[in-house]
């Protein structure tokens, strides 16, 4: 169904694999733009409530944008490449489900954005994290000046960007880019356990605190705070709540459906 996309269903988890393995899985437009569809009909599904994103082979998650694609693009060409990036990426951090990046390898430039645009990082211990652009003479365009500042403070996602330097995935870990580092023959077993802990929870309930982070951080504390008592209050309407606190006080387990 996909040219540039390996899709497979575990349940009520997708994992959805970045499939350019000669270019070390780089971004061009097409992958781009096969990404954002898959993304909008996920998000619609009511029968997929964890989304885990890879690369395709044991080298690279995404080695960054096409540079072969980019190499003669003109600045608007450029900007509507960033673009397209920023709408698929930006589905990663709206859509209802919980996203988790199991880098496999190489996350350099776009692929390290595409990892920052996911809830949670996994990573194997080959990992290997960076912005290069700068030695391209670009600056980080799917992201990275954005949500590297938001994730590892403004000083390191500096140095990072200006030095490109590449860090492996313990020193990732150290700064707090990724939420785990594991071997590398465990990633994606580690995040299918991760995935179903999550399954086990309330899908609907993980949705609304999803939202509540996204949009709070991008606000206020007191209108984060408000939205927040606001979705606390509309989480109190649900089924899930009925029932997962009718099973505690039942000393049973839950069993949690909504979505
Ligand atoms: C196109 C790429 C690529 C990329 C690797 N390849 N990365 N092609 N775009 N980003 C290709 C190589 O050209 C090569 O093709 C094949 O993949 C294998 O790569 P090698 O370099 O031979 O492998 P190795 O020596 O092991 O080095 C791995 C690597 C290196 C360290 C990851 O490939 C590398 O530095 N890649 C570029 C990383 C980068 O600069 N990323 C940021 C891109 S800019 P052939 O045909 O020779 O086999 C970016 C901007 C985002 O992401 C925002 C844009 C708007």
């Known amino acids: 169904m996909y040219e540039h996309l390996m899709m497979e269903v575990k349940g009520q988890t997708a994992i959805v694999s970045i499939n350019n393995p000669k270019s070390l899985n780089a971004l061009n437009s097409a992958t781009l733009a096969e990404l954002n569809t898959c993304l909008a009909d996920m998000e619609q599904s009511k029968d997929i409530r964890v989304v885990i994103v890879t690369g395709v082979g044991a080298k690279a998650f995404v080695a960054g944008a096409d540079i072969s694609e980019m190499v003669n693009a003109t600045a608007a060409e450029g900007r509507d490449m960033a673009l397209l990036a920023k709408e698929a990426f930006r589905r990663l951090e709206r859509m209802p489900q919980a996203t988790i990046a199991a880098v496999n ?8 954005e595409l990892a920052m645009s996911c809830d949670i990082r996994v990573a194997a211990e080959n990992a290997v994290f960076g912005q290069p652009e700068c030695g391209l003479g670009i600056l980080p365009g799917f992201g990275g000046t954005q949500r590297l500042t938001r994730l590892v403070g403004k000083g390191r996602a500096k140095e990072l960007i200006f030095t490109c330097d590449k860090i492996d995935a313990q020193e990732a870990y150290r700064i707090g880019l990724v939420n785990k580092v594991v071997p590398q023959a465990e990633l994606l077993d580690f995040c299918l356990m ?6 086990s929870k309330g899908s609907y309930a993980i949705a609304l605190a999803k939202m509540c982070i996204e949009t709070g951080i991008d606000t206020d504390l007191n ?19 009925k029932e997962g606190m009718t099973a505690f006080l039942e000393k049973r387990k839950a069993t949690l459906t909504d979505f």
């Open 223 to 241: 209108s984060g705070l408000n939205m927040e008592a606001t979705n606390f209050g509309l989480s109190f309407a649900t089924n899930d709540k």
């Open 194 to 199: 991760m995935a179903d802990k999550m399954l």
């Open 105 to 112: 390898g190489y996350a350099l430039g776009g692929g390290c």
